[in-house]
């Protein structure tokens, strides 16, 4: 099983809403990511779990909040966001070691602030 | 610093013409190097990779050579297909903080029949 699954596929929220995205992943993989990916652009990395610790936050706004629950799952909370964070959110996983090169990439939440 | 350049778009072409999307980068060493694809409304998908000088990757008749004399990894398809309209992004992974792939800006392709 080479997926990576995430739900929901798509999200509306208000700026005063609270949700949450998930991301499963069943090889194995010790790493998990989070990238946001705006229209015509590529993705841009958000935060790195390395065996369920967070290893990676590139100065992600606080109102973006990772969790890893277990090595299968990664979620991501989200808390009063602004309309700018309209985006694709894209979860991906990968092996740790000589395995961190190959990252896969789940399909994607399409996440729209009102 | 790492970068990858990629061919700018978007790239329009008829079915079964021949492929090239240039892709450059700079990094120290030897890096991964990779091919991915977005369809539309979809996440990114894995088309090949090459770990080492010389090596080529290849899958669903795309090919990719590592070149480290000309810091390249172009795309290549013989004959291309409605199907394969897509963004296609070139990415490395550096030997330093190899969980930090570097992107190219992606580069559209649409083929029309």
């Known amino acids: 099983d080479t997926e990576v699954t995430q739900t929901p596929k798509h999200l509306v929220m208000g700026m005063t809403n609270k949700k949450s995205l998930k991301c499963e992943q069943h090889?194995?993989?010790?790493?998990m990511y989070w990238y946001k990916q705006k229209a015509k652009k590529p993705p841009e990395l958000m935060f790195v779990y390395s065996y369920e610790k967070l290893s990676i936050n590139e100065s992600v706004p606080s109102r973006f909040s990772p969790e890893c629950p277990n090595s299968s799952l990664l979620n991501l909370h989200l808390h009063a966001l602004q309309p700018e964070d309209s985006a694709l959110y894209l979860c991906?996983?990968?092996?740790?070691?000589?395995?961190?090169?190959?990252?896969?990439f789940g399909p994607g939440t399409r996440l729209t602030v009102l | 610093g790492n970068s990858v350049t990629q061919m700018e778009g978007p790239v329009t072409l008829s079915e079964e013409a021949f492929l090239t999307i240039n892709c450059t980068y700079t990094?120290?060493?030897?890096?991964?190097l990779f091919w991915y694809v977005q369809y539309p409304g979809e996440g990114l998908q894995l088309l090949l990779k090459a770990t080492k000088a010389d090596d080529k990757g290849s899958n669903k008749g795309f090919e990719a050579t590592y070149r480290k004399e000309t810091t390249s990894f172009h795309l290549e398809k013989g004959s291309v297909q409605v199907s394969d309209s897509a963004v296609y992004f070139c990415?490395?992974?550096?030997?330093?903080?190899?969980?930090?792939?570097?992107f190219g800006q992606g580069t559209r392709l649409t083929i029309n029949p």
């Open positions: 991906a996983s990968s092996g740790t070691g000589t395995g961190w090169k190959v990252q896969f």
């Open positions: 090889m194995g993989h010790r790493a």
């Open positions: 990415a490395l992974s550096p030997i330093q903080g190899a969980q930090k792939l570097v």
């Open positions: 990094a120290t060493g030897y890096p991964s």
